[in-house]
């Protein structure tokens, strides 16, 4: 179950850190607001990171928190238990059951939804920011991106492939990096796979690995799994007009995270930081 994303664990790493941080040093205070060296190591140790991404990272969370000050955004309670009915809904469990499922991990209540009112607060400062910079996307830029990644919507009718099996999922990662090693944990068997009697998730996996490349592994109940493409039969073309609501999709996140990225690159600019310590 994802129940925890970056951002809220961040913010539950930082909240346990802030105070027992100042006295092993300030790295860099931004706007008036300290970021500890005690801070910068243990968000780099908890989410496998250099310290710099980490530095990174946590001043881009004082700017998004100041932006949510400056713009007066709040959450509730009520948005909070909310929040949570949907998770609970996602993991098709009781509200209930979440909640206990929270205790037995060691999760306390209160701090959890602490850490939701946070994230809850960005979501809103990052829909404030979209709605503000976001330009449009123009049927030409659709039009562009199918014509540029066409090979995204190919619809085959059977797959030309080389299955690799193993129970050492290390050993396909060796193959992928030199093809003529032979690990012993790893069995091969040519097939040629019909799309239609293929499930979802190998059609999907399938349809976006090019011929001539290996597919990503796959793990398995008790084993791994990837192939290698020699090549698509019976290929034709997902209609531009049936593609355009996924290319939407695709465009609006792309250009969404860049507008979030330039606007807090442009107040990172402006504001006021002062590097006292370098993490090494």
Do not use: C, W
């Amino acid at each position: 179950m994802k129940l925890f994303p970056r951002v809220l664990l961040a913010s539950a790493l930082i909240s346990s850190l802030s105070f027992s941080g100042l006295v092993n040093g300030v790295a860099i205070i931004i706007n008036k607001e300290p970021i500890t060296l005690y801070e910068v190591y243990k968000y780099a140790e908890h989410f496998k990171m250099t310290k710099k991404e980490a530095l990174d990272l946590l001043v881009r969370q004082k700017l998004e928190d100041a932006e949510i000050k400056a713009q007066g955004i709040e959450a509730d309670l009520f948005e909070v238990d909310n929040y949570i009915k949907k998770l609970a809904q996602n993991n098709g469990i009781s509200e209930f059951d979440f909640l206990k499922m929270l205790k037995s991990q060691n999760i306390e209540i209160e701090t959890y939804k602490n850490d939701l009112k946070s994230k809850i607060k960005r979501d809103k400062l990052y829909q404030n920011i979209v709605r503000e910079k976001m330009q449009p996307i123009t049927d030409k830029e659709l039009e562009d991106f199918y014509n540029a990644n066409k090979s995204e919507f190919e619809v085959a009718t059977s797959f030309d492939v080389v299955a690799y099996h193993s129970s050492n999922e290390e050993d396909l990662k060796t193959i992928i990096k030199n093809p003529m090693a032979t690990p012993q944990s790893v069995t091969l068997k040519t097939e040629l796979l019909e799309n239609e009697k293929l499930n979802p998730k190998l059609q999907s996996l399938l349809g976006r690995t090019k011929s001539g490349e290996f597919s990503q592994i796959i793990k398995l109940e008790n084993s791994f799994l990837m192939f290698y493409l020699k090549e698509k039969q019976g290929v034709s073309y997902i209609d531009f007009e049936k593609a355009k609501s996924s290319i939407y999709s695709v465009l609006y996140q792309q250009q969404e995270q860049k507008v979030l990225s330039d606007y807090f690159e442009k107040a990172k600019s402006s504001a006021s930081i002062e590097v006292l310590r370098n993490p090494s």
